[in-house]
Every structure is written in C-alpha cells, then in structure tokens.
C-alpha cells in the first residue's frame, strides 16, 4: 500500500544512524510506517559528523531505503542536532526605559534581538531558551504591560561549534535531501520523556549513548542548563576490551556481566569470567573496570547540574538512552548523587503503534528519533514510486504541502528547540538585506522630500520672494484703482 502522508525523522548517532517515517492520526497517536538504520561509526564521531562524503551516502541510503518500503518519495525530512560541542551559556542583556514606561512586544522582540546577534569565537547560536525577565526588581516570565525603568533579559544560549553546524548541513546538501526542520535533539527528547510534573518540579534528563552522555536540567518548566559529556557506553567497552580482546568481544561481555552496581557482599572473588576457551578474568576485576567508569560518568553528569539545582530536583534524575539499560544503573546514580528519586524512561509518553521489532523493545534507544517524529508537522511524502521505475508519469503529489517549504524564519520568529539550517539562515539574511533596503529607501526618500519642503518654506520665506509678493499685491491693487 503506498503511504500518502507522513513525517520523516533521521537521527545521527555515534554507532548508527536512524530513519522513521510515521503517520499521525486525529486522536494524537503516531504509527510507525517504517524504520531502517545505518552503521554510522565511520563517520560520525561522539554525535557529529566528521567524514561529510560517508555521512551523505548514509544519508541517501536511509531516504533510499525508506522510500522502498513506504513506495512513495520523501521530499523533505525533519533532523536532530546533538552530539559533541554543545553546551549552555547564560546571557543577560538590559535595557533602560525613560521614566515609568509600558513594556511593550517589540522592546521584548528587541531583547531577544540583542541575545541572538552575540557573537560567541568559533560557536554558533544553536538555540535561546528564555530564563525570565526582570523588570525593575521583579522577576516575570510575561513582561508585556508591565510599568518600569528598567528590563533585562535572562538567556540561556546553546552553542555548537561552527565547524561542527556546518559540517551537518554540508551533508544533507550534499545528499540533496531537503530538511523540513532541524531540532535540538536533547529538547526533543525531553519533550518527549519528560513529564509536566517533573519539568515544573525540577529534574536532570540524563541520556546516556554510545559516545556522549547529555544531561539537560530543568525547573519550572524551562531548561535552566544543557551539556554533552564526550563520554559513553562505549567507553566502558573499551575499558574491557584492554583486557586483550576485541571490542565485539568486550561489548558481549558488558551486556552479559556487566552491572552498574554490585553490593561487596555479592562479590565471589574466586569466581571468574571467560573472555575466550584459553582466558578468563577475575570477577572482581571485571566490576572495578565497569564501575569504575560508570563512576567517573555519573561524576560528570554530577558536575554538570548546576549548583542552585542540585537540592532543588523534586522530580529527580531521569535516565534514558542505550546506557540506562545497564543492570542497577538506578542504585549506582543514587549512591554517588544521594537522590532517591530516579526514573527509566525505556520509552516515549506518546502512543505510538508499530510493527517494527526495534520500536517495540522500549529500551530507550529509539527515544530520540521518536520524539523527533513526534515533532513533525508537515508532510514529507511526494510522488508515489512507479513500481515500473517511471517516476515522472501520471503520478500526482500526494500533496500541495508536499513541495512547500517553511518561510525563512527570523530568530525571534523561532520556536523553542528549533534550530535554523543554513539555508534558512541564508534566505533569512537576504530577506533581512531586502527589508533593510526598502527601510533605507523609505528613509531615503522621506528625507528628500523634507528637504524638497524646507527648501520651498526656505525660498518662500527669502527676501526676494517677499519682495516678490509684496510687487504682486501692490500692482493688483493699481490695477483695482484703475477699474
């Protein structure tokens, strides 16, 4: 059956990379249409890209394949940015107003302005979470119509390195996919995880993946702080693999013996585990090595929440991610955090139906991509495929939006979690040079005709033009006189 109508996500991850299609249906649920995978470990490194041509092939092997089992063409798909580099930084810009002044939507579009156009060396401005406002000595989250002196604007800005934003949209170019929307991957997990409870209560997402391990924290239902830790479930199978195997080997053992926790009374020292016919290692051994980088991940993950939040997670640490599927994780997070409260999300809070094996698992890898689909508001689905090969025939779009692209949005214009492609960036400028020209125009042009006008109210005021007037009267009345 050919698929008419759905949303496309793509998901770049350190060991593979993901492709979903899925339908959304009026009652808010999603069905799953199809979903394919790319080992992605040769050219992406701890969630960014690294080699652009390999990544490209992937790319338009995924679109390729997922084409073949929905029979019709994708014509644009909705993207995750996360991985390596991205970081929070907070930002405060103020304004002081004349006297007891009205807080209007433009002085509030003026401030997120001002936040936007920071210039950060080598770092791109991914994505501006609103904090609050402070007018004159009250903190406020809607400011507009409120009387003050004084406003500043409280920003927490996520940041990637540039090489690392325009290495990601190289890649789609180079594949010549069309990109509906590029979302922050970490907010688009949280949206999709995360419960309004724990998001006003305060909470840390902890997502822990092959390469990386992204902690977001929130209170108040804002994101108050966003990192990426370059460390992973990978690193601990490279930590077994130094016992001489290979890494295949080593992440077999992890999955087979491998706990994040093991009480000292548990531990048989006169046990041991087989690496191979000839080799075996120590029990013991083989938990200092796994829980001794669990630790050190759990430390950074730690580190990361910030300090006035640490007391303040009511709605506690919730892990997600591959990693969190690791035997006691819970009691391992709350022996060195000291946080009773602690959540598996092994999936999403939508409801989705599937047939596929991987989406059903609900072990928290398939999270992300998920929440993405989840995200998706415009269809993707083009042509339907001729089976014969003629993909120019008699086949209609199976949309008008199917061929439509959003406007090229401004800053200010764009959603929480939404991060501009470079295109859209490109296209934005160049509608901001036109609208600044016709400004300048405008300008322009009022200036000449008020100095056209000072120059009339100039010679009409000179004393040759009085003159001149004065002559005009004084012969009309002669000619009066004369009549």
Known sequence: ???????????????KMTGIAGKKNLDGSIQVLACVKEDSSSCI????????????????????????????QITQVYVGVGGQGIRSIRNVITKELPGETLVSQDMVIELMDANRNMKYPDQEILDAAVQEYKVDSQ????????????????????LQRKTFYKNLNKCFEAAEINVAEMYLAPRALADSVLTETEKRSGCALVDLGADTTTVSVYSKNILRHLAVIPLGSNNITKDIASLQMEESEAEKMKL??????????????NMKYSIDQDRTVEMR???????GRLEEI????????????????????ILTGGGSNMKDIEKAFQNYTRIDKIRIAKFVTHT????????????????????L????????????????????GSQKPAAQETTEQRRARQATETPAGVVRTAEEVRRAEEEARLKREEEQRIAREKAEEEAREQERIRKENSPLSKLGRWLKRAATEIVKEDD
Not at 139 to 158: A, D, K, M, R, T
Not at 256 to 269: E, V
Request: aromatic share 6%.
């Open 298 to 317: 759990i430390a950074n993950v730690w580190c990361q929440v910030p300090e006035e939040y640490c007391d303040k997670l009511l709605g506690g640490i």
């Open 352 to 371: 989705i139906t599937s047939q596929n094996a991987d989406v059903n698992a609900h072990n928290g890898m398939m999270n992300t991509v998920l929440g």
């Open 45 to 72: 490194h701890k969630g960014v890209v690294y080699n652009i041509d390999k990544t490209a092939q992937s790319l338009t092997s995924i679109v390729s394949k997922l084409e073949k089992q929905l029979k019709t």
């Open 256 to 269: 087979k013996y491998g706990s994040a926790y093991t009480d000292n009374s548990d531990i048989d020292n």
């Open 139 to 158: 903190y406020q989250l809607e400011p507009v119509g409120i009387q003050c002196s004084h406003i500043e604007g409280n920003f927490l800005n996520i």
């Open 285 to 291: 051994k083989f938990i200092e090595i796994v829980e």
């Open 1 to 15: 059956m050919v698929a008419r109508e759905f949303i496309v996500a793509i998901e770049l991850g350190s060991s």
């Open 373 to 392: 689909l989840a995200k998706g508001d415009i269809n993707c689905a083009g042509h339907a495929i001729d089976p014969n090969g003629d993909l120019f």
